[in-house]
């Protein structure tokens, strides 16, 4: 979720938070509608535009509950758009997602449109729109208050023992029957393939005969699912930090009996290269690094400690002192490897709690690695529905073990082969277990090699700690008219947020004229982010602390979240 949406809670709470926005042996049975119609007869209507500030103009677009009864209930989509800057030059809309799942689309692109390159905001109308069930659109809310909505969770980022595994597993019971009883008809319409059956309503609405497409994260999902369903109305269309649609939805063969989405998606391979790779370049930095010297060692000797022995840390804002523990040592981790230009504050607060310094230093040390993340407090509307907008998608999408201890199994395994990262991922959707079975009727699940009208391009990146560069290999060879851009540097997604002058020269230029990369491209990484800091990545910090704010497993958010 964006920075917007986080709730102002206690900074111990934020802390379990920044980990838990991040997705038994009995399936899940695939509905009957696991491959709907590729198209809607639902009639596109010209949005109501109206002036939303800064030149931007904002809409509800109605679109139907049920694809299956296009004339039925109808939902309400929020849709914000900033008009090509150039008229006379517009090439169409440019429609942006976040990621997530459940990331704002309308604040991302209120915060990126207005320092994406020049020649885009020249060319397009920047679009964005949230996903049905999620924050302005028409949302999923199971509880009466927000405050009672947090109630449920866990005082823990992710569980580690089997008494706090008991404690998840009732924390998520509760928001289950919660959202069984009180969710409405949304809860059973927001799979990933309903949002992609939207995209292609506003597309209509907007006037566009394809859609033009920069998906994040699990934006990538999204767009798999829309150049699957719609392959012919796929123009400029760009996958960036890229999920494999197989594991996301089934896994291969028998995964989904005993293994969690979660781990099926090797988020923890991923995240546990890219630590590996903080440790190499550390060392390598010497004296610009605070943890140089052994770096992993150090690590691994302050994450035993903080299993037996918490250390405090006191919210610079309400003077309130807290422990922190080892789950919040790796989600704090987890949430700076998103973002490599914070590594070297990564390395002072890991050199500062080995030391044990004070409480007060490390409260000021973690503030100032929420604000680079883009988790600093913002204005926010009074009920944002993070706690069941996750899983509302998340589960809507995958089949899942019904086996809680299918779940306790699978974070053992994740432990073993992965290291530090296994349990977190493994866990960050644990309230599919017990989610409704109503969810989903409507999903996608293959198969994932349609003949697009247009090249997608694939960017991947070969150490991302959320999307493992195989997501994207696989992406690449499932998708028959796709090329793959590969980023040979570190943290999570690549276009614009890494700062990366080849990979944004690439992705823009194939927007603009559909030229795409020589086959095998791999655009390599600029110095060190130990080293000085390069212009471009300084001039797409905003941007990169942006995406890396919507796609933050709730695990991460919650160990960094402040009052």
């Not at 885009?120 to 302005?136: E, Q, S, T």
């Not at 829309?226 to 996958?239: D, Q």
């Not at 194939?510 to 080293?531: D, I, K, N, R």
Request: proline residues 8%; negative net charge; glycine residues 10%.
């Amino acid at each position: 979720m964006l920075h917007s949406a986080l709730p102002r809670v206690p900074f111990r709470a934020a802390l379990a938070t920044i980990v838990t926005a991040a997705l038994s042996g009995t399936l899940l049975a695939p509905p009957a509608h696991a491959t709907p119609p590729a198209s809607s007869t639902a009639a596109a209507a010209e949005p109501p535009w109206s002036d939303c500030r800064d030149g931007f103009r904002c809409a509800e677009v109605p679109v139907p509950l049920d694809y299956g009864d296009p004339q039925g209930e109808q939902i309400g989509i929020s849709v914000i758009r900033l008009p090509a800057g150039d008229p006379s030059q517009r090439l169409g809309s440019l429609m942006l997602n976040p990621g997530g799942p459940g990331g704002s689309g309308v604040e991302f692109v209120r915060f990126v449109a207005k320092v994406l390159p020049l020649e885009l905001r020249a060319r397009f109308d920047i679009v964005g729109f949230d996903p049905r069930g999620i924050n302005l659109s028409t949302p999923l809310r199971c509880f009466d208050t927000f405050d009672e909505a947090l109630s449920i969770l866990p005082p823990f980022a992710f569980p580690v023992t089997p008494a706090e595994e008991e404690t998840l597993r009732e924390s998520d019971d509760q928001l289950a029957a919660a959202c069984a009883e009180r969710g409405g008809a949304i809860l059973d319409h927001m799979s990933t393939a309903d949002v992609a059956r939207d995209m292609d309503l506003l597309r209509g609405a907007l006037g566009d005969e394809k859609v033009n497409y920069v998906g994040n994260s699990y934006g990538s999902i999204l767009g798999q699912n829309y150049a699957n369903l719609f392959p012919s109305r796929v123009g400029a269309f760009v996958i960036d930090g890229v999920t494999d649609p197989i594991a996301w939805t089934t896994g291969q063969g028998q995964d989904a009996e005993t293994t969690p989405i979660g781990t099926r998606i090797g988020s923890a391979d991923g995240a546990q290269r890219t630590l590996e790779e903080f440790f190499r370049l550390c060392d390598a930095a010497g004296p610009d690094c605070a943890l140089a010297g052994d770096s992993s060692g150090r690590f691994a000797a302050l994450a035993e400690r903080l299993r037996g022995d918490p250390t405090s840390i006191t919210d610079p804002l309400t003077g309130d002192t807290f422990t922190v523990t080892y789950n919040d040592l790796i989600g704090l981790t987890l949430g700076a490897l998103y973002a490599p230009f914070i590594w070297p504050d990564l390395a002072f607060i890991l050199a500062d709690l080995e030391q044990r310094l004070s409480p007060e230093v490390l409260g000021q040390r973690l503030a100032a690695i929420r604000t680079e993340l883009g988790l600093a407090a913002a204005p926010q509307e009074e009920y944002p529905n993070f706690v069941e907008g996750l899983p509302g998608v998340g589960c809507s999408d995958s089949i899942n073990p019904r086996s809680f201890e299918a779940w306790q199994s699978a974070a053992d395994a994740a432990e073993a082969t992965y290291g530090y990262f296994g349990r977190l991922w493994n866990w960050a959707l644990s309230a599919c277990r017990a989610w409704p079975s109503t969810a989903g009727e409507d999903r996608y699940l293959g198969p994932w090699t349609a003949q697009t009208s247009s090249p997608v391009l694939i960017v991947g990146n070969q150490f991302d700690p959320a999307t493992p560069y195989h997501g994207a290999v696989t992406a690449s060879e499932l998708l028959p008219n796709a090329a793959l851009l590969t980023y040979g540097g570190w943290g999570h997604t690549a276009y614009l947020s890494a700062g990366n002058f080849c990979v944004d020269s690439h992705v823009t230029r194939y927007l603009l004229t559909g030229e795409l990369p020589e086959a095998g491209t791999v655009c390599p990484p600029e110095g060190s982010p130990f080293g000085p800091t390069s212009a471009a990545a300084l001039s797409t910090a905003q941007v990169g602390a942006a995406v890396h704010a919507s796609t933050l497993p709730e695990a991460v958010r919650r160990a960094l979240r402040a009052e």
